[in-house]
């Protein structure tokens, strides 16, 4: 779709006109670049760690906030760090 040239509010638009109704991403700095207020898109955060092998472990936790999320909402997983993990740059 060429989407990864999109600026986020580009993205959110296009998404949002493509009858997309959710943006699961790990851009935790996404609410504060963007107004989010009047959004029909329900946005999800994954916060912590991006490995793989971690957020696999989350699925349920990530599933809970698919299953209560709402058009226009914001709402962060936690994904915890591994003990010997260092947090994934912003």
């Not at 986020?8 to 998404?15: C, F, I, P, V, W």
């Not at 699961?24 to 670049?33: A, C, F, K, S, W």
């Not at 914001?74 to 010997?84: H, K, M, R």
Request: one cysteine or more; charged letters at 20%.
């Amino acid at each position: 779709m060429g989407w990864d040239r999109l600026t986020n509010g580009e993205l959110l638009r296009s998404a949002e006109e493509a009858g997309f109704h959710l943006l699961l991403t790990t851009d935790q700095n996404l609410r504060y670049q963007q107004n989010l207020s009047g959004r029909a898109i329900a946005i999800i955060v994954l916060c912590g760690t991006t490995k793989w092998l971690r957020v696999r472990e989350c699925v349920p936790r990530i599933a809970a906030a698919l299953d209560v999320c709402q058009p226009g909402s914001y709402t962060e997983v936690l994904i915890p760090l591994a003990a010997d993990e260092k947090p994934s740059p912003q």
